[in-house]
């Protein structure tokens, strides 16, 4: 049974009681057994049936609306992603909900349930950091709703991705450094559930390999959080030894690069002459500082565009992906500035 599709006369006929009951059961009347609640209400569960007038509506016809989960909406590369979702939805007559995150599993869990709830044909999810278990989007899949994963690749069979070469453009950066005579390299990495950070590591380490230059576990240092504080912090504590200092840095996102030059101009350090930086993303003020940060740009409008319409050809049975390939990725592009050029 597909999603939107269980009615209360459906709950009724597989428990075989009356229609009355299970809307009462439904609703916690007084008169009802608890074993009838608890069976109404796991059946109910089960047929993701909705209560309200969403679910009959979603039988007979499409909302011609789509919804969008992300992890924060002031993240440059997410805006980005949202211009390219709505270019090709408005152009489709299509209208978009859109529903942060704040990177917490409990805002992504009720945001999915506003999303339903007011009708949605199909959803865009690039999902939050304390996401391990992705049950929510499961229970969904089998019922056969539409979803589309970009940026963040989850650990689900069958789903549908758009996302860009992270390990490459990692690769890029760390060669990059590597090209200007910087050769102790930290990684100010991001969260390790996530497969984006997982991909940057990789690319960072195979970058040093394929250098000759061993790999040091100790100048890789997670920063999950991304704020320039936490940054700051690690990077104050990474060369409070003067004599065994790293020369350069990869961040994994332009924010925690940042971060890192604060504390690097903090301690009396010169960018690039003492120490090369590299972000990631291409966030606008990347451009900006002083000096300006060299980082990895990522095509955040195409991913947006390339996820909508994988998502409308799903909503219109154009294409439901199961027989040709089901993760796109597209390319990066290190964008070189005065941050990590020295020679």
């Known amino acids: 049974m597909k999603l939107g599709q269980a009615t209360i006369k459906d709950i009724a006929k597989e428990l075989n009681v009356s229609s009355s009951t299970v809307s009462r059961a439904l609703k916690d009347y007084p008169g009802i057994s608890d074993e009838t609640k608890r069976k109404v209400k796991e059946l109910a569960d089960k047929l993701n049936y909705r209560p309200n007038a969403v679910a009959l509506s979603l039988r007979k016809s499409k909302s011609f609306t789509i919804g969008v989960i ?3 909406v002031v993240h440059f590369f997410f805006s980005t992603v949202i211009s ?9 007559g299509y209208n978009v909900i859109l529903c942060q995150t704040n990177e917490r599993l409990d805002r992504e869990k009720s945001s999915i349930e506003t999303m339903l709830s007011n009708q949605i044909d199909g959803l865009l999810v690039s999902y939050s950091k304390e996401t391990t278990d992705f049950e929510h989007f499961s229970k969904l899949m089998k019922l056969e709703f539409p979803i589309v994963f970009f940026d963040r690749l989850p650990d689900l069979p069958n789903s549908i991705n758009v996302t860009v070469n992270d390990y490459d453009g990692a690769y890029q950066a760390v060669t990059h450094l590597i090209s200007q005579g910087y ?23 195979q970058a040093l390999e394929d250098a000759g230059i061993s790999v040091n ?8 959080s991304g704020t320039e504080k936490e940054s700051f912090d690690v990077t104050i504590k990474l060369f409070e030894d003067v004599d065994n200092r790293p020369d350069a840095i990869f961040a994994h996102h332009d924010i925690v690069g940042a971060g890192a030059m604060m504390a690097l101009k903090s301690i009396g350090l010169k960018i690039p002459e003492d120490v090369g930086v590299v972000g990631y993303s291409n966030w606008q003020f990347s451009s900006m ?6 980082t990895v740009s990522q095509p955040g409008f195409n991913i947006g565009e390339k996820a909508t319409t994988m998502l409308l050809d799903m909503i219109n049975n154009k294409n439901d992906y199961k027989k040709e390939p089901v993760h796109v990725v597209l390319d990066t592009e290190l964008l070189v500035r005065k941050s990590s050029v020295r020679l």
């Open 70 to 72: 992300i992890p924060e």
């Open 84 to 92: 390219g979702i709505e270019e090709i939805a408005f152009a489709n």
């Open 183 to 205: 050769k102790k390299i930290v990684h100010l990495a991001g969260p390790k559930n996530l497969t984006i950070s997982k991909k940057r590591r990789e690319g960072y380490i």
């Open 217 to 224: 576990e100790n100048l890789i240092v997670e920063c999950p």
């Open 289 to 294: 500082i002083d000096p300006p940060l060299s």
